[in-house]
Every structure is written in structure tokens, then in C-alpha cells.
């Protein structure tokens, strides 16, 4: 049975490229658009106090118009006001409390040696006043059902399933039937008399209680049976003029309108023509995408990684939207949708994060209430998110991009509240929440880079910060085994980073690719004169096209060194292209000086490439031949270095080292100027003003 190559997924994933990217974005308008909300939308915008640009508005059909929130609210505390409390009669408690009143009477007759002859006219007496006032009713009193300073209050007694209404003052309270009872009981001695109050007091309880569960019923069943509506617009009615403004009333029709609309077509309209009308749109909008990277950003075109990013990122965003609608958030703008502007700028470059979070909001724009708004309040902030962060080189910078982005909300959410209300006084202030939390949720931008460019192997510029710290492990191993080296890249650095600022690049990516160049030469540094002590030179033992492939081969070294610490592959490219396909031609030239009957071949010679394909690659080349060639000089001086920068840049030209590069004419004349006026600085060089004037 044949094995399958561990790598077998990236040779298909290479070979079929072309197909695969094309795979990606239908794909990703698919997933988009099977998510997205299927009726048609309202097509009008509108707002309280603007003016009805569009034609006049005439109903395609009659419905009702709704009442405004207020109105519905005020309609509802006058029904559960109208509501009255319901008190259940319980007859049952008098039998119960003729038992126990009798017992007891029984009792405290005997113990206080009344006469047994007046015991039963007593007991029949005094339990039929009490009768009677448990037939009258006593009632438990519940102070939120008073109102005002007013103690009694109007209830429904339910009593054998008929219900009647009732005041308070109409029945007994505890207090009010002992008092009753006091006055209407007589008794000719005032200790049977005491007796018998003492022991009704003990007795007196309410049979007239709330049901509370059955008042909530009622009190239910009356809000629900509310209307919300008030009047109609027939159809065929005008329901505003072009040019009018839309007050109170306009605008309540108008809200009424716009729901009876998207309510009929749910059932109405054809959600296969939505579907296919959401994937014209999509597809249009990635559509675009594609060929502004072709156009623009080949690079990025090319790179099925770096597009699937850039279409899962779109992907995610939407759908989030999709969520959003489908839970029916109390705010839309609870999404961060500044987050896609914070990576794409990190990750890519300013152009592309701004074009991609254009794209985003409106697509999203077509999903949203008042989508002017909508994308007025999110395309500010994208702007302002990316030129605030220009780039990341500090952990604080995230956090004051987070407070530009919040103070771009907090200016466009108080610009369009005083258009809208013309006063301070009425603007909702809570409705500026959602964007608070907005923003906090934008700073998981953070974490996600991180898991982006593991996921996908894109450098970010935190990355090549941390790639290009001197402190970490394999550049203390270079300074350690091989320093004439370490200072070597340094200054290469310092060079390449110089010129890459001033003609336009990428200068932490040239600074890390130039603190690499030459790691492979950790394995053998005695076999680099930088790293040579003595005036005996371990060449000077070995055949030339021996010596040759030494030193050509510390670029497939430093190939394997960084692939096996897991350096991205945008700095291993300026290990592969630092030397380009030129010669080792100082034993090139030795070889036929002292062998010129022998057959050479130039490949022994020869680095195997590539060329330098980029600004920054082509200028750590020219940066690294200069550096290195500018140590052979023996009296540095403004004229020797000039000719030594000028010469050098001259070769690598005839040699069509710089023929993949889009650095033009005019850049190289600034690289010249910045390499000779900072080796003039190493160098100490002095320029005489004196000739100049």
C-alpha cells in the first residue's frame, strides 16, 4: 500500500490554487447569504422631524395604525386601574369557628364559676353577634390597593361564584368588628361581659381574603385584550407628500406602514427571489474584493492562506450581524464591527483594511434599521481605528485606538441626536451604551491576531517586534558563536531600515529579515572572515570550490536553522534572497587565476537564488554587499565610500539582481545617499565644508 506524503495537502493545495480560491468565495457568499434574514426589506428611511424626500406615499393596501409606546402605556395603567382588586368569601371559617369558640367558652365559664343556669342563654347570645359579623365580613387590607390618603377602597367579592362589588368600609376589619362587638353585646355582669370579648378577640379573623393569582388573570386578560392600534389608512390613502415633514403623526404612519409591510411579505413574498436577489449582492461585493486584490495586492491574491483569512473574517462578521438580527438585540450597534479594520490593518496594510471594512458595512448596511445612520456611525470609526493604528509596536496603542474609536462614536452619536431632537435635553443618553460595549469588545482584536498568524502564517508587526528583540534565544546564539557576524547584521540593519523608511516599506519586517540574514552561519563561523582572530585563514587548506560551497552554504543552513525555530516565512525569504543568484567571486577569480587549464563550472560558484522580489529583500541586499564590502576599506573616506556605494549598486544592477524588485531609479539615488551618509557616521568620516562652498 503506497504512503501518503505528510505534505501531500499543501502539493494540492498549490496545484489546484487557482480553482481553490475561486472554491473559497463561493463558499463563503453561500454561508453568508443562507443566514442572512429571507424577507424583502422595507425599502423607505426615515426619521422624527426630517424631511419626506422620496414621492408622495400612497398605501398599497389598508392597515391599522399603530399606537405610539407612550400611548400603549398610558392605555394600559388606565385598564389596570379600572381592574379591581378580587377577595374571595370564605363562608367555610364561621363553621370552624363556631367549634373552637364553643369549646373554649365551655372552658373559661367553668373556670370562672359563672352560674350554669345563664352559661347556654350566653353562648347562643354572644356566638350570634359574632355570626353576624362573620356574615358581614371581615376583610384582610392590603395597602397597595389604597389610594391616596384614602384607607378604604372599592374590591369585587367573589362569593358562590358571583362577583360583586364592594367597599372596604361596607365590611369588618378585625379592629372594626371588635369594636362592633363591644358595643352591641350586653351582658349584665361586666366580668361575663369582659369574658366573653376577651375570647371573641381571640376568634375574630379574616373571611374575606386577596386571591392575587386570580387578580393577576384578570388584570392579564384586560392588557392583552387591549388594541394597539387607533384608526386606519385605507388603501389607496396618501400616507405623506414629497417635501413634508414627518411629524408625530406622519411618522406614526410611516412606522405602521413599514410593519404591515414586512409582516405581509413573510407570507407574502417570494423567499427564493430574496435568496437569490442577497446572493447577487454578496456575490457582487466579494466579486469586487477579488479583483481589487488582483489589481492591487497580488501578493495577497496568490495566497490561498491570506485570502481564506481575509473571506473567513468577512464570513464571521456577517454572520455575527445575522445572530444579531435573528435574537433581535435591543441594539445593532452592540457589534464590533471596528474589529475587522484593527486586524486587517495589523495583519495586511491600511488600503486593504479600509476597502474591506467598506465592503462589510455595506453589505450589513442592507440588513439594518436606518442603514444612513448605520453606516455613517461605522465607517467613521473604521477610519479612525485604522489611522490610529498605523502601527503596532506598543501594547498601549490598542487601548488609545479603543478610546479614538469611542470618541468617533460619541462625536457622530451626539452630531446626529442634536439634528434629530435640536436639544441636549432630550437625547438618550442610554442609547450610547451599546457603543461603550462595542468598543470594549473590539480589544479581543488582540488575541485574535495572535491566533491568525499561527492559524495561518501571517507576521504581524507585534510579531517581527518580538522576532527582532536581541535578547531572545537564537540571536544570543549568533552574538555568542559567531559575534564578528552579530555586529555584521547590525549594521546592516541600521542600514536597511534607514533606507526602507525613506523610500517606503515595511522597515520592522527589513530589520528582522537583516538580524537573520546570515544565521546560518552559526555552524561554521571560523570559516567567515568577520569571524576570523588570526591572520591564518582555515580557506587557505581547502580547494576553492570547496571554500565556495561553505560559504554558499550557510543560506541553505539559515534556511534550517529558522524553519526550525519556527520563524515565519517572510523573514526566511531574505535568507533565501540576501545573495540572489550571484557568484562567490573571490574564489571564483582564485580558481581561474592559479587553475586556468582546468574546465570550471559556474554553478559550484553560484548562490542558488532566488533574486530579491520586494523593496525590503532588494534593499537588505544592496544594504548587506555594502556593509560587508565597506569593512575591506583601509582609509575610509567621503570619496572612498562614495565610490565603494556606487560601485556596488552599480554590480548588482549589471548582475539583474534587482530586475524582481519595484524599486525605481529615484529610490535607488535615496538609498545611495542614506548608506554613504550613515557609513560616513560609522566610519567617522568628516566632509570638508570648505570645498563645498
Known amino acids: 500500500m ?9 502539493v494540492l493545495y498549490r496545484k489546484y490554487s487557482s480553482n481553490i480560491k475561486y472554491i473559497m468565495m463561493v463558499l463563503s457568499v453561500i454561508i453568508i447569504t443562507a443566514f442572512l434574514p429571507k424577507q424583502p426589506r422595507f425599502r423607505y428611511e426615515f426619521e422624527k422631524g426630517t424631511i419626506w424626500k422620496s414621492k408622495d406615499l400612497v398605501s398599497p393596501f389598508s392597515f391599522a395604525i399603530l399606537k405610539t409606546t407612550p400611548q400603549v402605556t398610558i392605555d394600559k395603567k388606565d385598564a389596570l386601574d379600572n381592574v379591581l382588586p378580587i377577595y374571595k368569601f370564605n363562608k367555610e371559617l364561621i363553621n370552624v369557628v363556631e367549634e373552637a369558640y364553643s369549646n373554649e367558652f365551655d372552658v373559661k365559664w367553668r373556670t370562672n364559676a359563672f352560674p350554669e343556669n345563664e352559661k347556654q342563654s350566653y353562648r347562643q347570645s354572644s356566638f350570634k353577634l359574632l355570626e353576624f359579623i362573620y356574615n358581614k365580613g ?3 387590607l392590603n395597602v397597595k390597593h389604597q389610594k391616596g390618603n384614602n384607607v378604604g377602597y372599592d374590591f369585587s367579592l367573589l362569593n358562590n361564584n358571583i362577583s360583586k362589588t364592594v367597599n372596604t368600609q361596607d365590611v369588618f376589619t378585625v379592629p372594626s368588628a371588635l369594636k362592633y362587638y363591644k358595643d352591641n353585646f350586653r351582658a349584665v355582669d361586666l366580668k361575663i361581659k369582659d369574658m366573653i370579648v376577651n375570647l371573641v378577640e381571640d376568634h375574630l379573623q379574616p373571611n374575606i381574603v386577596f386571591d392575587e393569582k386570580l387578580t393577576g388573570i384578570v388584570q392579564n386578560s384586560t392588557v392583552s385584550s387591549l388594541s394597539t392600534t387607533r384608526g386606519m389608512v385605507q388603501k389607496g390613502e396618501l400616507i405623506i407628500s414629497k417635501d413634508n ?8 404612519k410611516l412606522l405602521s406602514f413599514k410593519e404591515a409591510y414586512e409582516a405581509q411579505t413573510k407570507t407574502i413574498g417570494d423567499s427564493k ?11 457582487f461585493i466579494v466579486s469586487l474584493l477579488m479583483v481589487f486584490l488582483k489589481l492591487f495586492r497580488k501578493d495577497i491574491f496568490a495566497d490561498n492562506r491570506q485570502l481564506s483569512l481575509i473571506l473567513l473574517v468577512i464570513t464571521t462578521m456577517l454572520l455575527t450581524l445575522t445572530w444579531a438580527i435573528k435574537l433581535n438585540l435591543p441594539s445593532i450597534y452592540y457589534i464590533p464591527f471596528c474589529i475587522v479594520p484593527i486586524i486587517i490593518r495589523i495583519l495586511f496594510d491600511t488600503r486593504l483594511a479600509l476597502y474591506l471594512h467598506l465592503l462589510v ?3 450589513s448596511g442592507f440588513f439594518v434599521a436606518n442603514s444612513f445612520e448605520f453606516v455613517f456611525y461605522q465607517v467613521t470609526s473604521g477610519m479612525v481605528a485604522i489611522y490610529s493604528i498605523r502601527n503596532l509596536i506598543k501594547r498601549e496603542q490598542l487601548l488609545l485606538s479603543a478610546l479614538f474609536i469611542l470618541s468617533a462614536y460619541f462625536i457622530s452619536f451626539l452630531g446626529i441626536a442634536l439634528l434629530r431632537e435640536g436639544s441636549l435635553i432630550q437625547i438618550e443618553w442610554v442609547n450610547f451604551v451599546p457603543f461603550i460595549v462595542s468598543v470594549l469588545l473590539s480589544l479581543l482584536a488582540y488575541p485574535l491576531i495572535y491566533a491568525f498568524e499561527k492559524m495561518f502564517g501571517i507576521t504581524s508587526d507585534v510579531a517581527l517586534i518580538e522576532l527582532t528583540n536581541t535578547n531572545n534565544k537564537l540571536l544570543r546564539e549568533l552574538a555568542f ?4 557576524t552579530f555586529q555584521h547584521s547590525l549594521q546592516v540593519a541600521n542600514l536597511a531600515e534607514a533606507a526602507i523608511f525613506k523610500i517606503g516599506g515595511n522597515s520592522l519586517l527589513v530589520r528582522a529579515g537583516a538580524l537573520y540574514h546570515d544565521i546560518g552561519k552559526i555552524e561554521n563561523p571560523q570559516y567567515f572572515i568577520e569571524n576570523q582572530n588570526t591572520a591564518l585563514s582555515p580557506h587557505d587548506k581547502l580547494p576553492y570550490e570547496q571554500s565556495a560551497q561553505i560559504i554558499i552554504k550557510h543560506v541553505h543552513k539559515g534556511i534550517e536553522i529558522t524553519r526550525r525555530h519556527q520563524l515565519p516565512e517572510s523573514v526566511i525569504d531574505f535568507i533565501r534572497t540576501h545573495h540572489g543568484n550571484t557568484r562567490v567571486d573571490y574564489f571564483y577569480q582564485s580558481f581561474l587565476k592559479n587553475s586556468p587549464e582546468k574546465f570550471v563550472d559556474e554553478n559550484i560558484f553560484r548562490y542558488p537564488g532566488p533574486i530579491p522580489f520586494s523593496k525590503e529583500t532588494g534593499v537588505l541586499m544592496l544594504a548587506d554587499s555594502v556593509e560587508a564590502a565597506s569593512r575591506s576599506l583601509k582609509n575610509p573616506d567621503a570619496q572612498s565610500i562614495n565610490d565603494l556605494v556606487e560601485r556596488i549598486i552599480d554590480y548588482k544592477l549589471e548582475q539583474n539582481q534587482l ?6 531609479l529615484k529610490d535607488l539615488e535615496t538609498i545611495k545617499l542614506i548608506f554613504k551618509t550613515m557609513l560616513m557616521s560609522i566610519y567617522h568620516v568628516r566632509i570638508d565644508y570648505q570645498q563645498t562652498l
Open 2 to 10: 503506497a504512503k501518503i506524503r505528510k505534505n501531500s495537502h499543501k
Open 138 to 140: 371581615i376583610i384582610a
Open 245 to 252: 415633514v414627518i411629524d408625530d403623526e406622519a411618522y406614526q
Open 273 to 283: 427571489l430574496v435568496y437569490f436577489g442577497q446572493i447577487l449582492l454578496v456575490g
Open 361 to 363: 458595512v455595506l453589505i
Open 481 to 484: 558563536k559567531a559575534p564578528g
Open 659 to 664: 530586475d524582481s524588485c519595484d524599486i525605481t
